[in-house]
T-cell receptor, first 110, second 115 residues
Framework: SQQGEEDPQALSIQEGENATMNCSYK?????LQWYRQNSGRGLVHLIL?????REKHSGRLRVTLDTSKKSSSLLITASRAADTASYFC??????????FGKGTRLSVIA | DTGVSQDPRHKITKRGQNVTFRCDPI?????LYWYRQTLGQGPEFLTY????????KSRLLSDRFSAERPKGSFSTLEIQRTEQGDSAMYLC?????????????FGEGSWLTVV
């Protein structure tokens, strides 16, 4: 079963714009992670936010976490064509392996 | 290249045949995971190993699926009597098993097409 659910399922923006993707989950977590997947490739870890953190930055990425709403958002600022990919949130509930959502497909148009 | 390595990258097989995928994790990573991903979906957990011990198996892992990690290094995933519904990308991942827990590193995946 997939705990995380990303929204929107697909997003198309112009280069230079910001992209925001949301993730909702169902149960308490230890941490939440975001991964990126280029078409037909493996997933690459982007950023991890712990349950006691509310915001985290890494380069052009900004992640927020609201445990009361069981939701997270990933913001990519000043998007580039190379950011075109699928983005997945994954939840760590403790002793079980990561559970991934269905992903948001981001298209950045040059 | 010291990343997770998977072989083969692509496999086309006839229904009813057996297939085996191999995964070489990042050196010294003691946890190894197998996930399955179909088009438009996120990865779904199949099974994972801590060293050579298989610690958890998903309900998705039917009797036709078997995974091994005999010496705690590489792993194999075998699918017997393949069905068309087995067509998917099979992803292997590894982690050092230490904090931050469960940040995992994926290979490029093995695509399976059952015809």
């Amino acid at each position: 079963s997939q705990q995380g659910e990303e929204d929107p399922q697909a997003l198309s923006i112009q280069e230079g714009e910001n992209a925001t993707m949301n993730c909702s989950y169902k149960t308490s977590i230890n941490n939440l992670q975001w991964y990126r997947q280029n078409s037909g490739r493996g997933l690459v870890h982007l950023i991890l936010i712990r349950s006691n953190e509310r915001e985290k930055h890494s380069g052009r990425l900004r992640v927020t976490l609201d445990t009361s709403k069981k939701s997270s958002s990933l913001l990519i600022t000043a998007s580039r064509a190379a950011d075109t990919a699928s983005y997945f949130c994954a939840t760590d509930t403790g002793n079980t392996p990561l559970v991934f959502g269905k992903g948001t497909r981001l298209s950045v148009i040059a | 290249d010291t990343g997770v390595s998977q072989d083969p990258r692509h496999k086309i097989t006839k229904r009813g045949q057996n297939v085996t995928f191999r995964c070489d994790p990042i050196s010294e990573h003691n946890r190894l995971y197998w996930y399955r991903q179909t088009l438009g979906q996120g990865p779904e957990f199949l099974t994972y190993f801590q060293n050579e011990a298989q610690l958890e198996k998903s309900r998705l892992l039917s009797d036709r699926f078997s995974a091994e990690r005999p010496k705690g290094s590489f792993s194999t995933l075998e699918i017997q009597r393949t069905e068309q519904g087995d067509s998917a990308m099979y992803l292997c991942a590894s982690s050092p098993g230490q904090l931050p827990r469960n940040t995992i590193y994926f290979g490029e995946g093995s695509w399976l097409t059952v015809v």
